[in-house]
Structure formats: structure tokens, C-alpha cells
């Protein structure tokens, strides 16, 4: 609203300006009544600037109420989702994987998934200071732990194998931590568990990224391919969405992830129901059918 309000006096000064060009010009042919009918325009303009300004004025009242009422009642669905997934988790072992940049999400999720009753075994950030299009990047990596890719396997997806393997049968544990040293990822928690379900955190605060079809793709296939449970999700204001790629991918997903609304839905989409949970135009569903009530 505020960019609004900068428009709409940008607007008005270019009227007054283009008055006042007039008036000046109307000067050099000496026409008075010319100049005064441009005067009775430019006060014409600027009480309807008044008026719009004071409409402006109350619809930012309104909005701020608005903003207030859904401040209390995000609130409270946080105070209550505790109560209403109780133990939805509970022997559940759940690896985290953040291929996106929003980094406060994966702490956040961590809380919610044990609250519901869940362990999260460990938390995996993909780095994104390694470039995984880098043919020689990668063969250097996969020389380092010794690890031959299969015939028509690129680097890429036998680092992504490798990975997938590590967190649902905590097989090849012993390579993450040269993984690590080659700052593809970073590592924090127990790799020696096996995981029921993966939880992606994507989405980008940077427009026009790529990282969804080259990083989190491959992932999700090699995860799939072992029958994990994967449920990707991503902040609602993501200003990079990876929804649209992970649709393709057929997993569920979660749009609003920051929301209680998208914790609840997490948790039961790590319970087996599947769907596009969120707000956004992607989402085909708001809650989960597990919480009772329709779309």
C-alpha cells in the first residue's frame, strides 16, 4: 500500500507539472482566459488527489485491522496444532534435506515435526556455492570418495544416489563427510538411521533459479526409487517458487510451509496423504482431509 501511495502522488505531480507547462506556455501567446481555465484544471486535480489520498488513508486503516486479526489468529492455530497432531509421528524417523535458501525453515519445521511426536534424524543443506553443472567439479568429488557413476549415470546423479542412500538406509555414510569437505553439503545429525520419510525445504530468494530441476529432481527420483516418503515445501512468500517443478515429480507438496496452516498439512502429508497443500495457484488443497473437513 505504501508503494500505492508513492504512485499515486507521482501521478498528481505529473499532472501539476504538465499544468504548469501549459500555463507557461499559454503565457507566451497571451490568452489570460487560456491560463485560467489550466488553473481551474490543476485545483481540479489536486482536490481529487485529496480525495483519493484520504481513501488511501483508510483503506491502510482497514488493512492494518486485517493485519492484526490474522497475526491473532495465526497465532492461536499455533497454540492449538500441538494439540490437534499429537503424536501423529510418533516412531516416525525423518531426515531434513534444504536445497532452497531459507534457512530459518528448516529450524522451524524441526520443531513442528518432533512436536506432532517426530525425529528428525539429521538435517542436510545442499550447498549453494556448489555448482552441480560442473562436469569437472563432480568427477573430482566422486574421485575423492572413490565412487565409479554408472554406465549413463552422470556425476550429478550419483552424487544425488549416493545422498538418497545415506538418509533413508544409511548406507555410504562414511562418504558425506568428504561431501562436506568438498562444500557440496553440509551435514548436522545422526546419518547411521534409516528415515521413513525426507522433508525438501526449496524455494529461493532470488528469482530466475534453477536449482529445483537440477538439484532437487534428481534427489527426489533417487528418494522415490527407495520408497521413501518425500514432502517438499517452501515459505509462502518464496520469491522463487520450486512448486511448479516438484509437481512434476508427483510428491506432495507444501507452499506455506512458514504458516500453521502448512505445518499442519506436513505433518500429515508425511503420513501418507497426498496432495498440493498451500495458498498459492498451484495448491489444489488448503487442509489436509486427515484434520476432518473439506477443500
Known sequence: MIDLRYHVYSLAAVFFALAIGVVIGTSFVGKPADRAQVLRIAERYERTLSTMDGKLREQQSTLKDVRADLARSEKMNHALMPVALKDKLLYYNIAIVQTGDYDDLA???????????????SVTKISPKFDFEDKAALTNVMKAIGVVPA??????????????????????????PTLEEKKLLNMSGDYGRWNKCVVIIGGSTSEDNDRAEIIDIPLIDELRGLNAVV??????????SYIPVWKRADVATVDNA??????SA??????????????????????????????
Do not use: W, Y
Open 231 to 240: 514432502v517438499a515445501c517452501e515459505p509462502l512468500n518464496a520469491v522463487d
Open 151 to 176: 554406465q549413463n549415470e552422470s556425476g550429478r546423479t550419483a552424487v544425488m544416489r549416493l545422498v538418497a542412500e545415506a538418509l533413508v538406509s544409511g548406507r555410504h555414510t562414511d562418504m558425506l
Open 266 to 295: 506436513l505433518i500429515c502429508a508425511l503420513t501418507g496423504e497426498k496432495a498440493h497443500f498451500g495458498q498459492k495457484r498451484t495448491a489444489n488443497r488448503f487442509i489436509p482431509e486427515a484434520l476432518g473437513v473439506g477443500k
Open 258 to 263: 512458514d504458516r500453521a496452516s502448512g505445518e
Open 107 to 121: 529450524t522451524n519445521l524441526r520443531s513442528v515435526i518432533q512436536s506432532a511426536g517426530g525425529q528428525v534424524t
